[in-house]
């Protein structure tokens, strides 16, 4: 398969082999149901230099196991029933219609994670670039036909899910249209199990899907590998501040660190270059003064070192 087949569109922007990398801050819950939250949150990834921003939306009624809805829990904002705090941190329309204008205000794309097929006919009335499907849903058949029905471009994390219940989730999607994610569901992640290697294994097993990696490990340096080892989509939860209140914010990374991310990925992508060995106009100069025995010369001007004797 060629570079081509594995290009995917997300709103105005193409996604693959050759492309920029697309870097998405994932807000998640962490806004903890307050705008003004997912506003600086919003503010955060668009100063560092992000393609996007993601949320997680979800029918509490649906997702939520019935025998946990009236389990009371201390929350920030009191104790409360579980579902009640499942509502508590959900955005109704008004409030993704204010997050929608906000984001085109910085910029950036958003989109979401729906973990029901209501929370997908919520979605479907925005028009966003791509839906993510959570490791959690990747075996839900039923998520992923609706989201296949919509005809948008589906990434599809990996995190606790065996090669074959991924082979599986691609059948039922179609690899057409798909965007794959190597992840290790644990917040946080330890770098012992990020087995960063994995993207190779994915490449080669789908030709034709691009590979990205969405994080749940502490530091940046392991996301930075997983771009060098040619992830074209990178995922990273974002915080305010990792003491905040949430299950999540432990494994996110805080604005100071997001734009060291994306400054540094930028980096690695300049720097990987197209593979081809050259000598470059800029060593010229430093060759002249260093190098002795000039050797062969190729026919473009390459420089090889001279046959051995036999």
């Given at each position: 398969?060629?570079?081509?087949?594995?290009?995917?569109?997300?709103?105005?922007?193409?996604?693959?082999?050759?492309?920029?990398?697309?870097?998405?801050?994932?807000?998640?819950?962490?806004?903890?149901?307050?705008?003004?939250?997912?506003?600086?949150?919003?503010?955060?990834?668009?100063?560092?230099?992000?393609?996007?921003?993601?949320?997680?939306?979800?029918?509490?009624?649906?997702?939520?196991?019935?025998?946990?809805?009236?389990?009371?829990?201390?929350?920030?904002?009191?104790?409360?029933?579980?579902?009640?705090?499942?509502?508590?941190?959900?955005?109704?329309?008004?409030?993704?219609?204010?997050i929608n204008e906000y984001c085109v205000k910085r910029g950036l794309h958003w989109f979401a994670s729906p973990w029901d097929t209501e929370a997908v006919n919520f979605l479907e009335d925005?028009?966003?670039?791509?839906?993510?499907?959570?490791?959690?849903?990747?075996?839900?058949?039923?998520?992923?036909?609706?989201?296949?029905?919509?005809?948008?471009?589906?990434?599809?994390?990996?995190?606790?899910?065996?090669?074959?219940?991924?082979?599986?989730?691609?059948?039922?999607?179609?690899?057409?249209?798909?965007?794959?994610?190597?992840?290790?569901?644990?917040?946080?992640?330890?770098?012992?199990?990020?087995?960063?290697?994995?993207?190779?294994?994915?490449?080669?097993?789908?030709?034709?899907?691009?590979?990205?990696?969405?994080?749940?490990?502490?530091?940046?340096?392991?996301?930075?590998?997983?771009?060098?080892?040619?992830?074209?989509?990178?995922?990273?939860?974002?915080?305010?501040?990792?003491?905040?209140?949430?299950?999540?914010?432990?494994?996110?990374?805080?604005?100071?660190?997001?734009?060291?991310?994306?400054?540094?990925?930028?980096?690695?992508?300049?720097?990987?270059?197209?593979?081809?060995?050259?000598?470059?106009?800029?060593?010229?100069?430093?060759?002249?003064?260093?190098?002795?025995?000039?050797?062969?010369?190729?026919?473009?001007?390459?420089?090889?070192?001279?046959?051995?004797?036999?």
């Amino acid at each position: 398969m060629t570079a081509g087949n594995r290009l995917r569109q997300l709103g105005d922007r193409i996604v693959g082999p050759g492309r920029p990398v697309y870097i998405t801050g994932e807000i998640g819950i962490n806004h903890n149901g307050d705008l003004e939250n997912a506003f600086a949150l919003i503010d955060a990834a668009a100063e560092a230099g992000c393609d996007a921003v993601k949320f997680q939306k979800r029918t509490p009624e649906i997702c939520t196991p019935r025998d946990q809805w009236e389990i009371e829990r201390d929350t920030p904002w009191g104790r409360m029933t579980y579902i009640d705090y499942r509502h508590r941190v959900e955005f109704d329309a008004d409030d993704y219609r204010a997050i929608n204008e906000y984001c085109v205000k910085r910029g950036l794309h958003w989109f979401a994670s729906p973990w029901d097929t209501e929370a997908v006919n919520f979605l479907e009335d925005f028009d966003v670039p791509a839906y993510k499907v959570a490791s959690a849903s990747l075996t839900d058949d039923e998520l992923l036909r609706a989201l296949r029905a919509t005809g948008r471009t589906v990434i599809l994390s990996t995190g606790m899910s065996t090669p074959q219940q991924i082979r599986h989730a691609v059948e039922v999607l179609g690899s057409e249209n798909i965007l794959l994610c190597h992840a290790t569901s644990t917040y946080p992640a330890k770098a012992e199990e990020l087995n960063l290697r994995v993207i190779h294994t994915l490449q080669a097993e789908y030709p034709n899907v691009p590979i990205g990696y969405s994080g749940h490990e502490t530091g940046l340096q392991t996301t930075l590998a997983a771009v060098a080892l040619g992830a074209v989509f990178v995922e990273r939860h974002i915080t305010l501040d990792r003491a905040m209140w949430g299950s999540d914010q432990a494994a996110s990374v805080e604005p100071q660190g997001l734009t060291r991310l994306v400054r540094d990925i930028r980096i690695i992508e300049e720097s990987l270059g197209d593979g081809v060995k050259k000598v470059y106009d800029s060593e010229l100069a430093p060759m002249k003064k260093l190098r002795r025995v000039k050797g062969v010369v190729a026919e473009r001007g390459e420089s090889s070192p001279e046959p051995a004797s036999v």
